[in-house]
């Protein structure tokens, strides 16, 4: 997997990448070729052998600011329709990318989580916080939809409608402790531990059976828009797939050994 990009950080090691955005002096907003970068780059992770786990952290003391004001917002003032639904297609891209990606994804937040910032940290798998993250859909704010890059579709499933619903209207920050005691983060932890303890947790998963994290992240993803039963036979080949692999196997050889299973994804 390519590790020398331009318009972000990415440092890939014993299976991890972790990736970061790279404007810390301005809370670390996102630009035209920020975006377009991260969509590419998350869609060839579906390919990448040496990757199992991203870690999306923050730089600075901040996660995103989101969309740079005067990079974007300013020159999407001046497009015409065809050019913004080009713009707001990319940036949807991105979302899809990291959902369909297949590799559990962990977002790091620390200080500001704003904007299209906030929608990466929603479109991870999990996400840890410190206790300064400060996380807004802001899109009302400069006069926008709360209906941006898939927010009224992922976030209600993470923190309920209600919930969701405030804060996509009003624009008004999640605080850590909301955010914590609404699901959207899985914990908090204090800002010198919290890249050790996202990468303690993706050390964890990456230890797992890889392949099935892979058809797990895929039935999550599939499963918004299935029925019950149509769900259940999903899972039901899924399951069927995996119990094929390598890793099944070793999970039932060390069982019998009363050891502890090595996984190698395959």
Same mark, same amino acid.
């Given at each position: 997997?390519?590790?020398?990009? @331009? ?19 301005? @809370? ?62 990319? &940036?949807?891209?991105? #979302? ?6 297949? @590799? ?21 798998? !999990? ?7 400060? &996380? ?5 704010? #400069? ?22 619903? /405030? ?10 402790? /909301? ?8 914990? !908090? ?6 890249? %050790? ?18 058809? &797990?992240? &895929? ?34 050889? %060390?069982?019998? %050994? @009363?050891?502890?299973? #090595?996984? /190698?994804?395959?």
């Amino acid at each position: 997997m390519r590790s020398d990009v @331009k318009h972000f950080i990415c440092d890939i090691k014993d299976g991890i990448a972790t990736v970061r955005l790279d404007r810390p002096d301005r @809370k670390n907003p996102l630009t035209f070729d920020s975006y377009a970068e991260m969509r590419d780059w998350f869609r060839d992770l579906v390919y990448a052998d040496d990757v199992d786990v991203v870690v999306f952290g923050s730089n600075g003391g901040n996660f995103s600011s989101g969309g740079d004001v005067h990079d974007i917002i300013g020159p999407l003032t001046k497009m015409n329709m065809k050019e913004l639904l080009r713009f707001t297609r990319m &940036t949807g891209d991105l #979302v899809k990318a990291i959902v369909n990606c297949g @590799k559990p994804v962990i977002a790091a937040v620390d200080g500001i989580c704003v904007g299209a910032g906030a929608i990466i940290a929603m479109a991870s798998d !999990l996400r840890i916080a410190t206790p300064e993250a400060k &996380t807004a859909f802001l899109f009302t704010r #400069v006069g926008l939809a709360g209906c941006d890059m898939g927010a009224c579709a992922i976030l209600p499933r993470i923190i309920g409608q209600t919930r969701a619903a /405030e804060l996509l209207y009003t624009g008004r920050s999640m605080s850590a402790d /909301e955010g914590e005691r609404w699901g959207f983060f899985n914990r !908090l932890t204090g800002a010198d531990a919290l890249e %050790a303890d996202a990468l303690k947790l993706a050390q964890q998963i990456q230890a797992g059976p890889n392949f099935a994290h892979m058809m &797990t992240k &895929t039935m999550l993803a599939q499963e918004w828009a299935m029925s019950i039963e149509q769900a259940i036979e999903a899972e039901a080949q899924a399951q069927a797939i995996c119990m094929q692999t390598g890793d099944f196997e070793r999970a039932y050889k %060390a069982f019998v %050994a @009363k050891e502890r299973p #090595v996984f /190698e994804g395959d």
